[in-house]
């Protein structure tokens, strides 16, 4: 059975503790972060070039993400700008993802969830390590033969 994205984030949310968009520290996600591609659970060969996750209070309240990805033979640029209290959104660029939902439950955790047509696509916790240098994602999709994968990702900090 198909649950409506709507329901899911709705749900998913509707529990979450609220945003901390309004701290008075700015939170450690913001500034940009690659992604450390030898770890990247895929074959080399399939691995890109880079990918780059960029977070940026653009002030009143909203936050913009973007995210570049190179690949050997490709490049990807995909945006979004949001308040970061689980309001939807909609996701430019991606092939991933057509709206999403972000929160903010502690000034170094973001919470995401993304969509495509109404449907879930993956569920991203990002949490930035206590030095500020490092961030660990975690993401979990549905994978092949529709059994639940988690994912995990480590990035550095690049400014």
Known sequence: MKVPFAILLAVGLGHAAPALAQSAAPSPLLGSWAVDVE?????????????????????????????????????????????PDGTPYVVEGS??????????????VLVMVLGKGGIPASTRVYTVAPDGKTMIETAGYIGEGGKPVMRTNYFTRVR
């Open 39 to 83: 770890r990247l659970p895929m074959p080399p060969e399939a691995r890109p070039k880079s990918v780059t996750i960029s977070y940026a209070d653009i002030g009143g309240g909203k936050w913009r993400t973007s995210v570049d990805i190179v690949g050997k033979d490709y490049e990807n640029h995909t945006a979004g700008t949001y308040t």
């Open 95 to 108: 092939p991933e993802a057509d709206i999403a939902a972000v929160q903010l439950p502690a000034p170094n």
